[in-house]
């Protein structure tokens, strides 16, 4: 194609713009040989010349085709240059918001400065496991690759991440981490890879620092070793550091910040651990504070801090070595701080010993503080002869001091990095390992140093590295393709390299110079003049003699040489390292000495050693003891740099180039200057300028078929091979030869040849479309034309009819209106009359009403003044009576007052005899008692009364006072006005009251016109209310119906929830049935290891989310009730081996758990047995039993002894307690008078000793009456029984009325009488006795109470100890726990979970073991008892068999002849008996070696019928025994048929039909009545008798659904390799779409033939076959319902996921491919009569994502159709799949950035979950619904195939 056919009119070119760098434009006009410039249209249709040089003739750019743009591979692009280059990326960052971009083998990545959500744990599963061009670039599809070649080829591999500060190299080096750690999870419990991950907090906070081009610029790089071992689990990982930027720590330039943990440790000072650092804010010390702002937008740097501390105690940093850490971090903030003063004579200085920085200093370090102020200012000169001590100038002792602070800071970083490696060690051998090189990128500033330098010299290494691989892939490519390979000129910077490190080169005359005692920069500058001036990379800048420039592959960089010599140096005085040395702190000593580097040398070597390679550590060493010897930093760097190319070479390496699109950290915002300045120095351009020399553009011949098929013609397309077909295609269509070349499996082109081919297929297009568009125009405009002749006749037509009607219209209109006006004048004149005659009529009736309310108003006033008038003189004569009555009450109050002392004067008289004291003498002393009681209660209220009456007496005094005090001064100030205020106070009252007056007529004749304005109002309102009534009555109605619409809806809805909140119970407990199951498998792989280990491995990956910490089965899979009794359990575990008795841990655990119980119990018996025995001795002391009289007696004075003997003992001890209380207080008191506390306490007490006292008072008053009562019971019993009379019946008693128990009372007076006739001594009591008596019935009261109270007591310590017991038993508990919180905290968010699940698991475990432990004694007794009646059945068996055998006997004589006997007949009965023996051959034939085609034909699910009826009988004989092993038996001989079949799925359906319909015939047979509905008569009969398995039914229904899981995940297994190419890749609907150009990252389904890859009908005859298999087995029609939609889930979510992931299928025409494909699943579902499951709603999604593809997408209707239509994707699916959409064709047009926006801006309400992907491995709960059978069991033939001749049938 010439270059005039490429130049033409409209073709669009690429021109520099010094702005946009490339700006687009197109030409005006077609080019020809010989124009010296080109006429072009630029975007903003503006005019320009682009001149042409005549020399070079260099035209510009050539721009893609629109269908080109956006591609996933740069490569893919037909014009490989730099304003492609550039245009590309910037279309997917901004418009797409895609970041990552394939570069051939690298992956450009672009820093968005904004969080997105594409690195969750989904994404991470979506992208394992797939080939690197199926999916969009992703940083984990490189990790993906790096990890799948490791495994495939055995060769370990390297990612490169490379970039300036702050384009994201950090980060991508982190999620490529997490991916190996998420995929390549531990295979052990140390979790390794959370410690991998542990590792970046710390290394960021003690590496990273803000500058201005990042807030978290690492400032180091690093090389990061993941080991492997030889199944693919991470066993560890080793780190390398290079050149860490040691000058930030004492300078940081203007908006910069130190590292990270200087901030972190100052923010987190205030914490009391850090109080002795004396650390305050970071705007305090100078080494954080030199760069101005010291917080960073966003970040929490305590926060931070916290994460740092926890990520130390991950990695086992112990807490006293982070402390000893943090105290060295503060102590270089303190060392910067020291202010050093500088003496007079300028070369000399001092630091103040008092200087509190300098104290911090040397305490925090554990160094003495004299030698350090000595030596920070005085260095040490060491001659020949002697040695001297020189003082410093203030310069050279703040280099000195700045110089320490870097070695320090250099050497904790060195110590951390060197732990952080020990804690990532392991000890088991490393068979591979990736590494992940996160390192500075090309760095170009206003002043470049010796840093600077450095990070270019490494970026020229791994520049050439990378050049020579991409030269090497080329190379490999056009050669497995049997391409002709030709020489490739690409950029070779080996002569940059070699003036870097070769001889005499830079670093060796910058050594060399370091070496001169007075070397200084400006001679080693002039130095690199004379050697080097001759080299082309070198440079002599022109207006400096300091600086020179080196040409860098990616830029000129101009160094300024101040400085080299001393970074180069790192000189530290040696005296102030050996004062370091002498530290009393182990860890600071450590840090300094000399040899501590040569172990952990070697140590790093075995870590990071391989089978083929040797690493060695990269960390420099530091300084040898002889100060001449020590490497410079340059030398260490060289050297550690070749370690590093060494390991890089022998690797297979990965690249990730971090682009940072702006300098303002804008997220989304794209700075094409910088873009270029970047994919200049990283090579990206040098891959593409490589690509693009050779065949940039290669072709699968299949995809090339597919994509220009509308180039070939219709002869050609008979012939079969697709190869010869291209091959005579591109012949005629390209002429030269050179612009092409047939591959093996690839077509390659020339650069430029695929976009004259799309040229070519566009034309081809346009003039079909031009065909089409006028055929279907012209069919148009003649529709149209017909339609329009048609039209106007119909309109004539109407309109004349119109205009006839209208005239009659217009007559009838003018009669009608003069009939109108009319009417209308005469009611306008009536209307006037009524409104004149309306208003005279209210005229007179407010006139009327004014004459007759003034004469009201008159009458008013005279009735109200009669009224005053009566009530004054009424007051006045009430006033007269109460003066007269008030004397009368006075006159009378004397005279009785009178009267009253006389007879007081003669009842004295009277009580002074004798008589009358006698008289009342009678039954005083009951009542001074009382009255004592009452006197004190009434003392006491009397207190009470007098200190409240004391407290209001004072405050109504001060009350009194305060009144009196106003009064005073009130009177004062009103003095002698009073009169005269009071009359003008009356004066304005009665002005007040005439207004009022006046008012309120005023307010009468408004109420008045309102009260007629309301009636009218009234009247409008009734009218209005009727109308309104009405529509209220038709509201209701149309309400009742919405309600009863409403209700029928919320009860859907409700029904609705209770569906939902049932599957997820249901999903929760399969789920832990499927764990169980889980850990059931893994404990049999982890037997079997031992076996599998010995055999070679091949590549096994790791399932992600499968947890690496394993548990026991903590089902057993022998139940315990088959072991037997706990006796015999250990010898039964014996017997059954040792391999059965691992898989039954359970019955260990409940033997352990019964001894405990047992030596319980048996400490109770014994405790029991003892008190006893000391019991029985009591009793066996008691005398003989006398009479019954006799008998009584004795209790009784037994027992009142007793009681009385008990209440003396009580009442010394509360005498004894008493005293004690009384003295403890009155100490106290004491002790503690002063403060407040104790008084309060002090008196508590005493009000508490108080109340014992009264208590004591009221017991004391209850005796008596007690006695009293006592006493007349027993006078009455007495008089009741003897005629004698009694001493004491005439004694009358008070209070004897109250009512007592009649048996008490006399048993107490006994025991009181018992005690009088032994006491003799009664001078204490008073003249009656009463005292006494009161005394010893209070003993015996007080006896039989403190009897009680032993009893309790007694109780109560049991109780006591039991509760003991227990809270020892929760104490142990709790310790556990914490122990076991303690441990969890450690671990991460999601080891957190998994480890309380099993903590949870364990629990429900020992649960168990508690439920059927009580089980199995209640199955103890059950079988004792059956056991005892077996013997009894047995015993009378025997007894009957001898009383035959007897009869037979006598008989046998009388018969003379044999008589057969015939065995009579019976029905089958549906049960079938087998011997014990044979059970094992009844398992093997039914169940282990059963072949599902054996029973084709039979009837379905046939063995399950054959063991309900074994265990019909088993029941019928009630043998539990047989019962129990044979159910046993069949469970685990199922589970290890499965597991030997595990990727079988008609074994799997058949077992899974057999386990459903044995659990059918447990319930339908068990006897339950909810079961039996459905039974026949005859089914009735052959129900179970004996045993109730509910608990095998749930067993069974347990293995039920691990069969079903099984049976989804081998259908799954078959299905997903063929969902993506089917549903997506594959042409249904041939022609309709055609492939794009894929460029260097093919997709799997492109690299074979299109004829091999699996299509619709492959999925299709894959589910009949499931379906068929399934229906053929009986598998229940629910289940297979179930099945299928959780198969169309599965089918949904992949396809959706690969959509959302794939930006090649996000098109017009897969769409229509994909609504066909889904109306094609319909159709069978229907077909199939499976629509009822469920499965279309499952596929929603996949419809919805279908339509969007195909919807409209530009205006803001389509936007609403859009957000209407798409309601079951989330709203960053849709935004996702319009970023992705491209256009296969140029007349289909890209989604713009503005509808994506208003898109977003309308779902902003939805609520959806903020996951991209769905959970394809999400597994809906299964429903077993109870499916009777209609068999019965008499029905059933067993088939001489199954070899079942030892079953009877009975």
Sequence with gaps: MSVSELYSQYTRVWIPDPDEVWRAAELTKDYKEGDQSLPLRLEDETIREYPIDAQSNQLPFLRNPDILVGENDLTALSYLHEPAVLHNLKVRFLESNHIYTYCGIVLVAINPYEQLPIYGQDVIYAYSGQNMGDMDPHIFAVAEEAYKQMARDEKNQSIIVSGESGAGKTVSAKYAMRYFATVGGSASDTNIEEKVLASSPIMEAIGNAKTTRNDNSSRFGKYIQIGFDKRYHIIGANMRTYLLEKSRVVFQADDERNYHIFYQLCAAASLPEFKELALTCAEDFFYASQGGDTSIEGVDDAEDFEKTRQAFTLLGVRESHQIRIFKIIASILHLGNVEIQAERDGDSCSVSPQDEHLNNFCRLLGVELSQMEHWLCHRKLVTTSETYVKTMSLQQVVNARNALAKHIYAQLFGWIVEHVNKALHTALKQHSFIGVLDIYGFETFEVNSFEQFCINYANEKLQQQFNSHVFKLEQEEYMKEQIPWTLIDFYDNQPCIDLIEAKLGILDLLDEECKVPKGTDQNWAQKLYDRHSGSQHFQKPRMSNTAFIVVHFADKVEYLSDGFLEKNRDTVYEEQINILKASKFPLVADLFHDDKDSAPASTTSTKGSSAKINIRSARPHLKASNKEHKKTVGHQFRTSLHLLMETLNATTPHYVRCIKPNDEKLPFHFDPKRAVQQLRACGVLETIRISAAGYPSRWAYHDFFNRYRVLIKKRELANADRKAICRSVLENLIKDPDKFQFGRTKIFFRAGQVAYLEKLRADKFRAATIMIQKTVRGWLQKVKYRRLKGATLTLQRYCRGYLARRLAEHLRRTRAALALQKQCRMWRARLAYRRVRAATVVIQAFARGMFVRRAYHQVLREHKATIIQKQVRGWMARRHFQRLRGAAIVIQCAFRRLQARQELKALKIEARSAE????????????????????????????????????????????????????????????????????????????????????????????????????????????????????????????????????????????????????????????????????????????????????????????????????????????????????????????????????????????????????????????????????????????????????????????????????????????????????????????????????????????????????????????????????????????????????????????????????????????????????????????????????????????????????????????????????????????????????????????????????????????????????????????????????????????????????????RHELNRQVTVQRKEKDFQGMLEYHKDDEALLIRSLVTELKPQTLAGTVPCLPAYILYMCVRHADYVNDDLKVHSLLTSTINSIKKVLKKHNNDFEMTSFWLSNTCRLLHCLKQYSGDEGFMTQNTAKQNEHCLKNFDLTEYRQVLSDLSIQIYQQLIKIAEGALQPMIVSAMLENESIQGLSGMKPTGYRKRSSSMVDGDNAYCLEAIVRQLNSFHTVMCDQGLDPEIILQVFKQLFYMVTAVTLNNLLLRKDVCSWSTGMQLRYNISQLEEWLRGRNLHKSGAVQTMEPLIQAAQLLQLKKKTPEDAEAICSLCTSLSTQQIVKILNLYTPLNEFEERVTVGFIRTIQAQLQERSDPQQLLLDYKHMFPVVFPFNPSSLTMDTIHIPACLNLEFLSEV
Excluded at 930 to 950: G, M
Excluded at 955 to 971: F, G, I, P, S
Excluded at 1413 to 1435: A, D, F, R, T
Aim: a negative charge; glycine letters at 4%.
């Design 916 to 1451: 009358h004291l006698k008289r009342l003498n009678v039954g005083m002393e009951n009542k001074v008692v009382q009255l004592q009681r009452k006197i004190d209660d009434q003392n006491k209220e009397f207190k009470t009364l007098s200190e409240q009456l004391s407290v209001v007496t004072s405050t109504h005094t001060m009350e009194v006072e305060r009144l009196k005090k106003e009064l005073a001064h009130y009177q004062q100030s009103r003095g002698g006005d009073s009169s005269p205020g009071l009359q003008e106070e009356v004066e304005s009252l009665r002005t007040e009251l005439q207004r009022a007056h006046s008012e309120r007529k005023i307010l009468e004749d408004a109420h008045a016109r309102e009260n007629g304005e309301l009636r009218k109002r009234v009247a409008d309102l009734e009218q209005e209310n009727a109308l309104l009534k009405d529509e209220k009555e038709q509201l209701n109605h149309q309400i009742l119906g919405q309600l009863k619409d409403e209700l029928a809806q919320n009860s859907v809805k409700e029904n609705l929830l209770v569906k939902k909140e049932l599957e997820e119970e249901r999903s929760r407990y399969q789920n832990l049935v499927k764990e169980y199951s889980r850990l059931e498998q893994r404990y049999d792989n982890l037997r079997d290891e031992m076996t599998i280990i010995k055999q070679t491995p091949g590549h096994r990956r790791n399932p992600s989310n499968q947890s690496s910490l394993e548990s026991d089965s903590n089902y057993p899979s022998i139940s315990t009730s088959e072991v037997g009794d706990t006796e015999d359990a250990l010898p039964q575990v014996e017997e059954l081996g040792l391999e059965k008795a691992a898989m039954d841990m359970t019955v260990f655990l409940k033997l352990q758990k019964r001894v405990r119980e047992l030596e319980q119990e048996r400490r109770k018996l014994q405790a029991q047995l003892e008190k006893r025995e000391q019991q029985d001795g009591r009793n066996a002391q008691v005398e003989p039993p006398k009479n019954d009289l006799d008998l009584d007696q004795d209790a009784d004075l037994a027992y009142n002894r007793l009681k009385r003997q008990e209440l003396e003992s009580e009442n010394k001890k509360l005498k004894n307690d008493l005293n004690e209380l009384r003295k403890a207080v009155a100490d106290q008191a004491a002790q503690n008078n002063s403060t407040h506390s104790s008084r309060d306490s002090y008196g508590l007490l005493l009000n508490q000793l108080k109340l014992a006292s009264e208590e004591l008072e009221v017991r004391k008053e209850e005796v008596l009456i007690l006695r009293t009562q006592i006493v007349s019971a027993d006078q009455r019993r007495l008089a009741g029984r003897s005629t004698e009379p009694n001493i004491n019946a005439r004694t009358s008693w008070p209070n004897s009325e109250k009512h007592v128990d009649q048996e008490d009372a006399i048993e107490a007076y006994h025991g009181v009488c018992q005690t009088n006739s032994k006491t003799e001594d009664w001078g204490y009591l008073n003249e009656d006795g009463e005292l006494g008596l009161a005394y010893q019935g209070l003993k015996q009261v007080a006896r039989l109470l403190e009897a009680q109270l032993q009893a309790q007591s007694r109780t109560h310590e049991e109780e006591v100890e039991r509760l003991q017991a227990q809270v020892e038993a929760l104490r142990e508990e709790l310790d556990r726990q914490q122990q076991t919180f303690s441990q969890t905290l450690l671990l991460s968010p999601e080891a957190q979970v998994e480890f309380g699940v099993q903590q949870e698991m364990s629990r429900l475990a020992a649960e168990n073991l508690d439920l059927k432990e009580l089980v199995e004694k209640l199955e103890k007794n059950e079988k004792k008892l059956k056991k005892q009646l077996k013997i009894h059945m047995k015993k009378v068996q025997d007894l009957e068999a001898a009383q035959t055998l007897a009869q037979s006997e006598r008989r």
